[in-house]
């Protein structure tokens, strides 16, 4: 299961990012071979220094007919000449190559966020609720981030064994016997550090788990700081997340362990596998020396570049488990995708009805032959008590919730068949909870959408915010700090007003728009959206009295009154 894990990362990082993946392995190929290339100049250098003059060196010839073949006379300066030449190559290619990394690792990290968030934000909402903010936000945050660096690591081990074969093809030139034993003396080294490399594995997994869980947990004990502080329970809840804690320890120490042994001890054993393959060639195979320190040069080469390899390994390993946690999250979104295959268009000029709708959750029965009209140029307020489906109704309205019986009609047609993207673009929707970015008001407004000046500074003055605004340094420019904590509650909610009036919709929904208001600004803002009504349909979802009083139609859950 661990090896599928592995090629099935592989498999996603280069088949997703092909065309860069192939241009990098490509460039590391070249890097290699010319690598080889300048290796095996050395060799001259080696049998000159300690063969017999007298007796001919087939190796040697060997290598003076490859230079001849390429019209260079194999002459000590030109000699010299090459290895510089090839390694000046190499270091270009590679850096070529490094350079192709480090675009592949910032466009992975970059374009997994944008695909995850892309797939939340296309995800059923009822999908979409159930999730943990904590690991949404592990994800996007840091998960990406690691699914970046994985791929530089792991086209850092794919550059290890590309120049390990380089060298194992090059070595057949100079003897089977170096192609014989670096295949067998590289595979033994493979096998004995294996367990290393699945334990620092393991163990990325093991953390990338905890890790999701305990960032799910602080995310929540962030959120819910207030009560925890005000009940004395601090410390009771810190300790729950410190046992979470625990076991991302746990997980660090093996994989410290694992990566320290590898360090440790994977060199002395390489230096015991050369002195052995040095002693059998010179003593049991009586190999000439001239031949043999060739061969040991490679050799170590050889040996040296799966030991990258490996390394490169582990370190990927203690990453893997994050990117597979992302790849999951990834693959689990994608699958619940809203259905918006209707294509039936629809243009509020009436009314927006439901008609005998019935909705379940499990067991619980939410809705049950539920049925109300919005009209445009009214203000219906939907009363109830907690829990009695508010929200729900206004949920299935916007189309995020589909009924078990009944239907959702615009303008007489079911939004079941309805493409439910183009009616949306006719919804303005102002939530309970303050939704603002640590940004200008002018993005707060547009939302990235396409507006101009005039129609943000005509949403304002709709939603009552233009004079404030106005008196701001920076106008529509100016910063509103994280979650709006730059302004007053009733100024937050108006600029959330006029967020939802900037498209001019066709219906506007106020799902508890005013709660924790001051009655003074409640007022205010309820007769802003009293005077916007002629031009479309209003929705407040809410209980508050001063709702009701301006309200032309009320629903209560169970009656109307009118």
């Known amino acids: 299961m661990k090896r599928m894990n592995f090629w099935r990362t592989c498999h996603f990082i280069f088949s997703e990012y092909r065309y860069h993946s192939t241009a990098m392995i490509l460039l590391l190929l070249l ?91 296309r995800a059923d909402w009822s999908f979409f609720v159930e999730q943990p903010s904590g690991r949404l936000t592990y994800a996007l945050s840091t998960e990406c981030t690691h699914a970046g660096n994985a791929l530089r690591i792991l086209a850092l081990a794919t550059s290890y064994l590309v120049q390990a074969a ?79 804690a625990n076991l991302c320890e746990e997980a660090a120490r093996k994989r410290a362990v694992g990566m320290g042994l590898m360090h440790s001890v994977q060199e002395p054993v390489i230096t015991v596998i050369m002195a052995v393959g040095l002693y059998g060639a010179y003593a049991v195979m009586k190999m000439d020396a001239a031949l043999i320190l060739p061969m040991a040069f490679f050799f170590h080469r050889i040996l040296s570049r799966l030991s990258s390899f490996q390394h490169s390994l582990q370190n990927y390993g203690t990453l893997e488990g994050s990117l597979m946690s992302l790849i999951g999250k990834i693959e689990d979104i994608s699958m619940h995708r809203e259905n918006r295959s209707g294509n039936g268009r629809v243009v509020l000029e009436r009314a927006v009805e439901m008609r005998d709708v019935s909705l379940c959750y499990g067991e619980k029965q939410v809705l049950d032959s539920f049925s109300m009209m919005v009209r445009v140029g009214e203000i219906t307020a939907l009363s109830g008590p907690s829990g009695a489906g508010k929200t729900t109704v206004g949920d299935m309205i916007t189309g995020l919730l589909s009924p078990s019986k009944g239907a959702v009609l615009v303008d007489g047609v079911d939004l079941a068949g309805a493409d439910i993207g183009a009616w949306r673009e006719q919804i303005g929707y102002v939530p309970q909870e303050v939704f603002l970015f640590n940004d200008s008001i002018r993005l707060n407004i547009s939302l990235g959408r396409e507006c101009s000046d005039e129609d943000i500074w005509t949403a304002l003055e709709a939603a009552g915010a233009r004079g404030f605004v106005e008196l701001l340094s920076g106008g529509l420019d100016s910063l509103v700090g994280e979650h709006g904590r730059s302004l007053s509650g009733g100024q937050k909610q108006r600029l959330m007003i006029a967020r939802a009036m900037v498209a001019r919709p066709r219906l506007l929904i106020l799902d508890e728009a005013t709660t924790g208001l001051d009655v003074k600004t409640e007022k205010e803002i309820w007769a802003s959206v009293s005077a916007m009504k002629n031009n479309m349909a209003v929705l407040a979802v809410s209980h508050q009295e001063a709702v009701i009083d301006v309200a032309d139609v009320v629903v209560r859950m169970g009656g109307r009154e009118g």
């Open 166 to 244: 380089v060298y194992l093809l090059v070595g057949l030139f100079i003897s089977w016997q170096l192609l014989v034993a670096g295949l067998l003396f590289g595979g033994l080294l493979m096998f004995a550090f294996r367990a290393m490399v699945q334990m620092v594995r393991l163990a990325g997994v093991r953390q990338a788990a905890a890790l999701n869980a305990m960032n799910t947990l602080l995310t929540d004990s962030l959120a819910g700081a207030k009560p925890l502080k005000v009940m004395n329970v601090e410390q009771h809840f810190v300790k729950h997340i410190k046992g979470q």
């Open 31 to 121: 890097a290699g071979l010319v690598e080889s290339v300048g290796a095996i100049s050395v060799v001259p250098l080696i049998a000159i220094m300690i063969s017999d003059q007298d007796t001919p060196d087939p190796l040697l010839s060997k290598i003076e007919d490859l230079f001849m073949g390429v019209g260079v006379n194999p002459t000590l300066p030109n000699v010299l000449i090459v290895i510089t030449m090839a390694m000046l190559a190499k270091a270009v290619l590679t850096l070529l190559a490094q350079r192709q990394v480090g675009y592949v690792e910032a466009e992975v990290s970059t374009r997994l966020r944008v695909r995850l968030l892309d797939c939340l934000l």
